[in-house]
């Protein structure tokens, strides 16, 4: 059974994986790097506690086959470009890097549809800086995945602003088709679901999944 460790499994589409990956049969342990408790308890599991700052330290403690990227923030918690873009780019390169030294051959990341290192919108640039960075890695198998507006309940309070835009985005779904397929809404626990089963049949040395790519693996 493989191994797999998972940074940002206290967040929203984070906290999905962590569940898919231990109830897999593929994987024997799951390692969820945090910076409090997650609050569960599982054979599978087990809980490293790091951030940016200590992470090059626990290089063995995070050693496994595959690394999950699933971190991210909100400008609410990140109120200014440096403090988003060291959650969103700086961290989760180095997550890989370091996994990478530990021996992980196969990287999963979740980014943004549009994520482009030239973009002059800086969201996407950060996303897509991160995306440049993680690929240069040189991990046996790389998968990138880009959802557009993530779908479903989430634990603690959204503006009024992201629930509007919420529903406007599942309205919005059935008429989004050819190339504006890839802005269709998913839900959290869909994209979980994507990553695991790309985890089952990877081939190839670059992935990058959309909506629809995405949605082809959940038939699978």
Known sequence: MKSAVVFGASGFVGSHLLRELMESSEYGSVTAVVRKDLGLAHP???????????LPGLATEIA?????????????NSPTEAAYSQVDHAYPVLA????????????????AVGADPK????????????????????????????????????KERRSLLEAVMMKLWSALNPVLRGRGERYKGMAGKEIARAMLQAAKQQAGTLTIYTWREMQNLLQR
Do not use: C, N, W
């Open 44 to 54: 599978k599991l087990r809980v490293v506690t790091g951030d940016y700052d200590s």
């Open 64 to 76: 496994a086959d595959e690394i999950f990227l699933a971190l991210g923030t909100t400008k609410k």
């Open 96 to 111: 890989a890097r370091v996994a990478k030294q530990a021996g992980a051959k196969a990287v999963f990341l979740v980014t």
């Open 119 to 154: 973009s002059k919108f800086f969201y996407t640039r950060t996303k897509g800086e991160t995306e440049r960075d993680v690929i240069a890695l040189g991990f046996e198998h790389t998968h990138i995945f880009r959802p557009s507006m993530i779908l479903g309940p989430r």
